[in-house]
């Protein structure tokens, strides 16, 4: 949204500010500015000057010597120019000695402008230069009485008559004017028109709002004579007016109005075509003109397209329409897409005699979706696209006609044909200014707050303690969307600085993200980084990790859209990240590579698929090259001690996970339940995740250990009475596991058990066949006084009936 300064002060007379100041407080109440253009920043004295004589260059033939007036006073310099469109008596603007122009005649601007000294031209002095629009920084386009070639020519628009000689060219030329860009969000839909914003700017600088007076317009006949409408689809087009203008008179509009326009960005066409501009400028109301000859039956028809219906716009564009665009249509056939463009044939030209004018509300969603449907966008759709408000169709109908009136383009016929079925009426918001001031901290009146309100057309019942909204206000709905209006006239700068008050609450990290805290700093402190990977991955992963068909596993929730086969379902198993991870590392020779990954896998509960699936955290280790199975293992228990999971973890080496080495895998099992596995990465899985070397994997299930962890610590005092070890040496079967040997030791000990520990396991020739030798370390301790002999020869003997149950035997 763009919008020149003098537009504003149009209707705000007493604005008196520096551009850098109005974009200031522009931004501080809300309305952002973007930034700001000075249209003549580079452009420095220019006047209007008159040429009194023109004479032929001795020396060369296409270069003309012109003898300029450049004041009041018969001031003249002598100026050397080839421009072939000047005659003595033009009216031009003049470049004087050591002045600057914007750019060069092909429209290329230069930045900081051209600086024009006095100079020699074939032997000839000249102390100045005659300027095209182009070297004044404009166009033709935004220029359309500017020559295609050539010097700016005052004296041939009659509107300049009177223009003072000497007097400055760059106000004449509207040129001395500030254009402000803003971005406006979608809720401020009144803000996309050139009265929101000098409202908000009267609000924010306290000066008054001064809108444009619609007066009555129209003869004596009744437009309903002309015209008839009828909305088939009333939910798409909530309010359709038409009035009608006879006797048309197309010729250029007046240069304020051109000038305004081409501030904006629009170029000028002609009275029609600039008013209906003009007037979607200013109140953010698009319309449109037909030529009513050629509308059949003389009756207007919104309804819905039909499917596969072509249909001509005016950009000469032949468009397939369907039942979900909205169609302007006549007795007998389409004549605009509504909202969007017109249609080639019914499009005004140089003939017309007589207009319907169109001012409607149509569905911004509807509208959105259309355009992009058609690749079809314009300047009308941008702002249907928000949203508009049906009560301002009618105004802005209103003001056009006045225009039209004024300007002399045509004869408006009396009243409008106004089809509005549902009027939307203002909005009631209940206001406590208590709440108001809570929440602000501020400690101001509420008749303060109303003249804040007042501002901006927000009226205050006092009977009902509510504000009156306007329509035009789709933003605001609630209190808090008043406190936030009070917030921005008082000034958010202004706003004193509170502590924030309430009732104290203790504030705690929630447990389940103190397990993973606990999970990342042991796996940090044992070497290991962090990886972070993709929750999508493709359905191959389950063929690399040899995961059999059929397999729970394999039964994945599906993307619906997307980004490629690779991320096209959500994981159900985190290894093929971690092997992915490992496999980069190893391809760029890294040595030793320790990783870990905190993340969930999504097992659907059912399919197909009817809601969330399961998503279950897994605390992953991955590593190659130094360290092997023994090492992972012990980094799984310590994290198992540091969340108060005490007992040692049990191991299951039947597993059967197809990834995993065959004999080289566990279950974890702690209190009977499977908490996780971990084991050697199966040989064929290394190989197609090209890994060169042993790797190894842990997973722990966190769902199933956060039940079981806790951070209550019980505190014991150091040990008194001293404590008795005993060694045992023991022929065991190969298949019996340590786990079960200690789970015996354990059982048998009772309460004076303190400790465990292997410390020798041998296979070779000395053992028998069948047989491992393995050696452990027992001690036995009491809180209440020292053990005796007795005491430790029954507890050893329970042990070795238990041990000798399970078929091992004490080594002699």
């Not at 223009?163 to 030329?173: N, P």
């Not at 979608?186 to 001064?210: H, M, P, Q, W, Y």
């Not at 028809?301 to 302007?328: A, N, Y």
Request: charged share 25%; aromatic share 8%; net charge negative.
């Amino acid at each position: 949204m763009n919008t020149p300064l003098s537009w504003i002060k149009a209707y705000v007379p007493e604005l008196d500010v520096t551009p850098q100041v109005y974009t200031d407080g522009m931004t501080l109440s809300g309305t952002k500015v973007e930034g700001y253009e000075k249209l003549d920043a580079d452009l420095d004295k220019i006047v209007v000057g008159k040429i009194l004589k023109i004479e032929r260059h001795p020396d060369a033939d296409k270069l003309i010597v012109c003898q300029v007036q450049i004041s009041q006073e018969g001031d003249t310099v002598q100026i050397v120019t080839g421009a072939p469109n000047v005659k003595e008596g033009d009216v031009v603007p003049v470049v004087l000695d050591g002045g600057r122009v914007a750019g060069g005649h092909d429209g290329n601007k230069a930045p900081g402008g051209i600086k024009i000294k006095k100079g020699k031209l074939r032997g000839i002095e000249s102390f100045g230069m005659m300027c095209s629009i182009e070297e004044l920084g404009s166009t033709k386009e935004m220029y359309p009485d500017a020559p295609e070639n050539g010097i700016y020519i005052f004296s041939d628009n009659p509107e300049y008559d009177g223009l003072i000689i000497g007097s400055s060219a760059v106000m004449a030329l509207g040129l001395n004017d500030v254009v402000f860009e803003y971005e406006v969000t979608s809720n401020r839909v009144d803000c996309f028109g050139v009265l929101g914003i000098a409202r908000e700017a009267a609000a924010t600088f306290g000066k008054s709002f001064v809108p444009p007076v619609v007066k009555k317009t129209g003869n004596a006949e009744k437009a309903e004579d002309f015209i008839s409408v009828e909305i088939e689809d009333r939910d798409l087009c909530s309010r359709y007016v038409a009035r009608v203008v006879k006797n048309i008179k197309i010729g250029p509009s007046p240069l304020w109005m051109q000038r305004r326009l081409a501030a904006c960005g629009i170029r000028p066409i002609n009275n029609l075509v600039d008013i209906t501009n003009y007037v979607m400028e200013e109140y953010s109301q698009p319309m449109h003109a037909y030529d009513l000859d050629l509308i059949a039956g003389k009756k207007i028809i919104v309804r819905r397209g039909k499917d596969s219906e072509e249909f001509q716009t005016l950009d000469e564009q032949v468009r397939k329409v369907d039942s979900s665009i909205l169609m302007i249509c006549d007795g007998e056939k389409p004549v605009g897409i509504a909202g969007i463009m017109g249609g080639e044939n019914s499009k005004i030209t140089e003939d017309v005699k007589t207009v319907l004018f169109e001012a409607a509300c149509f569905d911004g969603t509807n509208i959105r979706l259309s355009g992009k449907k058609l690749g079809l966008r314009t300047d009308a759709s941008a702002k249907f696209e928000k949203g508009l408000d049906p009560n301002t169709a009618l105004e802005a109908m209103n003001r056009a006609c006045q225009l039209i009136e004024e300007l002399g383009a045509g004869e408006v016929v009396g009243g409008a044909v106004d089809i509005y079925p549902q009027v939307r009426q203002s909005r009631r918001v209940p206001f406590s200014a208590d709440r108001t001031n809570k929440v602000l901290g501020t400690n101001l009146s509420l008749e303060a707050m109303i003249e804040y309100f007042e501002k901006v057309d927000l009226k205050y019942d006092s009977s009902t303690k509510e504000v009156i909204v306007p329509s035009f206000r789709q933003d605001v709905l609630c209190q808090a969307d008043l406190d936030e209006e009070v917030a921005r006239f008082f000034g958010y700068d202004n706003i004193p600085t509170t502590l924030p008050t309430g009732e104290a609450t203790t504030g705690k990290i929630p447990f389940k993200l103190r397990i993973e805290g606990v999970a990342r700093n042991l796996a940090e402190q044992f070497g290991f980084n962090e990886a972070m990977n993709y929750s999508f991955e493709s359905p191959k992963v389950f063929d690399k990790l040899l995961i059999p068909e059929g397999d729970q596993l394999r039964n994945t929730v599906v993307i619906s859209n997307p980004l490629g086969e690779d991320y096209s379902v959500m994981r159900t198993v985190s290894l093929h990240g971690m092997l992915n991870s490992l496999a980069t590392n190893f391809k760029r020779r890294n040595n030793n590579v320790r990783l870990y990954e905190l993340g969930n896998v999504y097992l659907p509960k059912e399919l197909p698929i009817t809601g969330l699936p399961e998503e279950r955290m897994q605390f992953t280790l991955g590593m190659y090259g130094a360290g092997d199975f023994f090492d992972l293992k012990g980094v799984v228990e310590e994290f198992l001690e540091k969340i108060g999971m005490k007992k040692l973890p049990a191991y299951n080496p039947k597993a059967e996970k197809p990834y995993l080495h065959p004999g080289r895998q566990a279950n974890i099992i702690y209190d009977n339940t499977v908490i996780g596995y971990l084991g050697e990465v199966h040989p064929e899985v290394l190989d197609n995740y090209e890994i060169r070397e042993k790797a190894y994997i842990a997973v722990l299930d966190m769902p199933e250990i956060l039940p079981k962890a806790t951070f209550d610590v019980k505190y014991e005092g150091i040990a008194k009475y001293p404590a008795v070890t005993r060694d045992l040496s023991m022929l065991v079967k190969k298949e019996i596991l340590a786990g079960e040997v200690e789970g015996v030791i354990r059982k048998n000990s009772g309460q004076i058990l303190e400790s465990i520990k292997l410390f020798d396991i041998y296979e070779g020739t000395q053992i028998k066949e069948g047989f491992k030798s393995m050696a452990y370390s027992v001690s036995f301790r009491t809180k209440d006084r020292t053990l005796e002999e007795k005491d430790i020869t029954e507890v050893m003997n329970k042990i070795l009936n238990g041990l000798s149950k399970i078929g091992i035997e004490l080594r002699q």
